[in-house]
């Protein structure tokens, strides 16, 4: 496929040294994100700043919003309209938004939304917002969140975050940090051809036909755009598959668990995890997000030491993945939960765990990322 003027505005092939939110924007471009709505909130604020400068070369829309709410819901009617849709903020910015996000998920509009972490208030290190990114929202509905670890993957998980979005008809959140948000790394953008892209289905009823939320049980409704004779109601409250508010228990019980199977039933497919030191591991890390980083030199530490351990990074932390981490609970002595708060997402690995081995809880929630030392320490501690 020869490569167009456009594609090259999109994608800028070759390896940079980049900021990682610069990063994030980059990957959102490639995917082919043509609307952005947000409003100015550190450490995410160079997102706005290049997304204002990116999307009118590629024919765009920015957006600045007076509030988050404005940027989210901006980025719900975008996306309906047939936008590829995304928005930035920080923890506290991400508060303000669960309420248009809770209404995305209900209308299944495909939205990413970007979440800098940073703790309460300062712009330091911090993972405290991963059990909001599940369940801050009102109502039914699952939750796609990845979560990068690099520059490099700010960029390719974004890529990823955007498919996602558009073949679920999902929001799909970005868990990004302060840490990797504001260092600079090398990235590798490939050639355009080279980079897998996932748009959503459009209906080929008519608008006489055409039922908006009419779907396979765990299936998505097939889109169709704002402004070509499709006159759909997208509302917040229980409707039925024409989109009609429809307060029937039946009606409202077959909704949500279509929603929600959409996501349960393709976990095995949505998820993604990768390995480290795992072959002959006796004991075994987990850890998503900056926290792989010092995660891996550990189990590089604890193995200089004679103690056989491996990582189980999680590429994404929602849906769950489960398969993964109970094939890790069966074959190791016992698991260290690494995290940067103090001790969230580790209820969920002792769920999943249910007693194949012990976990210990590695938990930081000082502003920092843990230290290798740190981490090698506990680990030390947790094997005596």
């Given at each position: 496929?020869?490569?167009?003027?456009?594609m090259?505005?999109?994608?800028?092939?070759?390896?940079?040294?980049?900021?990682?939110?610069?990063?994030?924007?980059?990957?959102?471009?490639?995917?082919g994100?043509?609307?952005?709505?947000?409003?100015?909130?550190?450490?995410?604020?160079?997102?706005?700043?290049?997304?204002?400068?990116?999307?009118?070369?590629v024919?765009?829309?920015?957006?600045?919003?007076?509030?988050?709410?404005c940027s989210?819901?901006?980025?719900?009617?975008?996306?309906?309209?047939?936008?590829?849709?995304?928005?930035?903020?920080?923890?506290?910015?991400?508060?303000?938004?669960?309420?248009?996000?809770?209404?995305?998920?209900?209308?299944?509009?495909?939205?990413?939304?970007?979440?800098?972490q940073?703790?309460?208030?300062?712009?330091?290190?911090?993972?405290?917002?991963?059990?909001?990114?599940?369940?801050?929202?009102s109502?039914?509905?699952?939750?796609?969140?990845?979560?990068?670890?690099?520059?490099?993957?700010?960029?390719?998980?974004?890529?990823?975050a955007?498919?996602?979005?558009?073949?679920?008809?999902?929001?799909?959140?970005?868990?990004?940090?302060?840490?990797i948000?504001?260092?600079?790394?090398?990235?590798?953008i490939?050639?355009?051809?080279?980079?897998?892209?996932?748009?959503?289905?459009?209906?080929?009823?008519?608008p006489?036909?055409?039922?908006?939320?009419?779907?396979?049980?765990?299936?998505?409704?097939?889109?169709?755009?704002?402004?070509?004779?499709?006159?759909?109601?997208?509302?917040?409250?229980?409707?039925?598959?024409?989109g009609?508010?429809?307060?029937?228990?039946?009606?409202?019980?077959?909704?949500?668990?279509?929603?929600?199977?959409?996501?349960?039933?393709?976990?095995?497919?949505?998820?993604?995890?990768?390995s480290?030191?795992?072959?002959?591991?006796?004991?075994?890390?987990?850890?998503?997000?900056?926290?792989?980083?010092?995660?891996?030199?550990?189990?590089?530490?604890?193995?200089?030491?004679?103690?056989?351990?491996?990582?189980?990074?999680?590429?994404?932390?929602?849906?769950?993945?489960?398969?993964?981490?109970?094939?890790?609970?069966?074959?190791?002595?016992?698991?260290?939960?690494?995290?940067?708060?103090?001790?969230?997402?580790?209820?969920?690995?002792?769920?999943?765990?249910?007693?194949?081995?012990?976990?210990?809880?590695?938990?930081?929630?000082?502003?920092?990322?843990?230290?290798?030392?740190?981490?090698?320490?506990?680990i030390?501690?947790?094997?005596?």
């Amino acid at each position: 496929m020869p490569m167009t003027k456009a594609m090259e505005n999109r994608v800028k092939t070759g390896v940079h040294f980049m900021l990682g939110n610069y990063a994030l924007v980059e990957g959102a471009i490639s995917a082919g994100c043509d609307f952005f709505g947000g409003y100015p909130i550190t450490p995410a604020n160079e997102i706005s700043e290049m997304m204002a400068k990116r999307l009118p070369q590629v024919g765009g829309k920015f957006v600045q919003g007076e509030d988050e709410l404005c940027s989210i819901y901006a980025c719900a009617g975008a996306a309906l309209a047939g936008a590829k849709a995304m928005t930035a903020t920080a923890s506290a910015g991400y508060n303000y938004m669960q309420e248009g996000l809770g209404y995305c998920y209900t209308i299944e509009a495909p939205v990413v939304i970007a979440d800098v972490q940073r703790c309460r208030g300062e712009n330091y290190a911090s993972q405290a917002d991963v059990m909001q990114m599940r369940w801050g929202a009102s109502g039914d509905y699952e939750a796609i969140v990845v979560c990068p670890s690099s520059v490099q993957e700010l960029y390719d998980y974004t890529i990823w975050a955007f498919n996602l979005a558009e073949e679920y008809r999902n929001p799909v959140i970005i868990m990004s940090e302060t840490t990797i948000a504001l260092m600079r790394e090398r990235l590798d953008i490939p050639r355009a051809e080279s980079i897998d892209i996932f748009n959503r289905r459009y209906t080929t009823l008519s608008p006489e036909e055409y039922k908006p939320f009419a779907a396979e049980p765990f299936g998505c409704p097939d889109a169709a755009p704002l402004g070509k004779g499709y006159h759909t109601i997208y509302s917040l409250n229980p409707h039925n598959e024409v989109g009609s508010i429809d307060w029937d228990p039946d009606e409202f019980d077959r909704l949500y668990k279509r929603i929600t199977g959409k996501i349960r039933e393709n976990r095995k497919k949505i998820c993604r995890t990768e390995s480290f030191y795992m072959d002959d591991a006796d004991y075994g890390i987990i850890a998503y997000g900056s926290e792989v980083r010092p995660a891996v030199e550990a189990a590089q530490m604890a193995r200089e030491s004679g103690i056989k351990v491996g990582v189980l990074k999680l590429c994404n932390v929602w849906p769950v993945p489960e398969e993964q981490i109970a094939q890790l609970a069966g074959n190791v002595q016992k698991i260290f939960a690494v995290e940067m708060n103090i001790g969230k997402y580790a209820g969920e690995i002792e769920r999943v765990v249910a007693g194949r081995c012990p976990v210990q809880r590695v938990t930081k929630n000082r502003g920092l990322v843990h230290t290798p030392s740190e981490i090698y320490d506990a680990i030390k501690e947790g094997v005596r």
